[in-house]
């Protein structure tokens, strides 16, 4: 059946970067792209962007422009997350789903990482 | 930017009927989909392409669009259909999320 396995939780100071991996098996890896979704403490979902596997194009939200890395890595089925210079607000559960175009919906999703940011 | 508005809570009695609106500028003219979220778990995609429904899915589930507004309509709802709602769509070159719908079955 179709998995993202995220990685663990982390708690990271205020400045600093975090990575988040997302290890999919089940589907056709290139076939798809990966969106990054996160949600504050007792928020709403919110999108960060997307990549597809297929060839590396990216797609990000405005706001997270210049912070946020997306990659992916075709030999392990694994995608990345790089949010650098943390902030406070930054703390949320960050989620991996899959879609197959920025604009389509997301079919499977991550179990999610707790990202904390704390001095 | 383009923006999605949900109500922030809906409340229903069981085997009743519950609707949840989203509506956004134009958003018939837009695939919309849906999203399931109970606390503490991922958000489970119930709606897809406005009305489709992903296997799995209960048939109590469809979805329809008029106008400015789409529509997540649950069936006969059940006490596990308790959670939280999130409707979806593109626009201007992002993915929007509506804030979320509060489904209390009662």
């Known amino acids: 059946q179709v998995q993202l396995v995220q990685s663990g939780a982390e708690v990271k100071k205020p400045g600093a970067s975090v990575n988040v991996s997302c290890k999919a098996s089940?589907?056709?890896?290139?076939?798809?792209?990966i969106s990054w979704v996160r949600q504050a403490p007792g928020k709403g979902l919110e999108w960060m962007g997307w990549?597809?596997?297929?060839?590396?194009?990216?797609n990000h939200a405005q706001k997270l422009q210049g912070r946020v890395t997306m990659t992916t890595d075709t030999s392990t089925s694994t995608a990345y997350m790089e949010l650098r210079s943390l902030r406070s607000d930054d703390t949320a559960v960050y989620y991996c789903?899959?879609?197959?175009?920025?604009?389509?919906?997301?079919?499977?999703w991550g179990q999610g990482t707790l990202v904390t940011v704390s001095s | 930017s383009y923006e999605l508005t949900q109500p922030p809570s809906v409340s229903v009695s069981p085997g009743q009927t519950a609707s949840i609106p989203c509506s956004g500028d134009?958003?018939?003219?837009?695939?919309a989909c849906w999203y399931q979220q109970k606390p503490g778990q991922s958000p489970v995609l119930v709606i897809y392409?406005?009305?489709k429904r992903p296997s799995g899915i209960p048939e109590r589930f469809s979805g329809s669009t008029s106008g400015n507004t789409a529509t997540l309509t649950i069936s006969g709802t059940q006490a596990l259909d308790e959670a939280d709602y999130y409707c979806?769509?593109?626009?201007?070159?992002?993915?929007?999320f509506g804030g979320g719908t509060k489904l209390t079955v009662l």
């Open positions: 789903a899959s879609s197959g175009t920025p604009a389509a919906h997301f079919d499977y």
């Open positions: 089940g589907f056709t890896f290139t076939s798809y792209g």
């Open positions: 990549i597809s596997v297929y060839n590396g194009n990216t």
């Open positions: 134009k958003l018939g003219t837009r695939y």
């Open positions: 392409q406005d009305n």
């Open positions: 979806q769509a593109w626009g201007s070159s992002t993915v929007v």
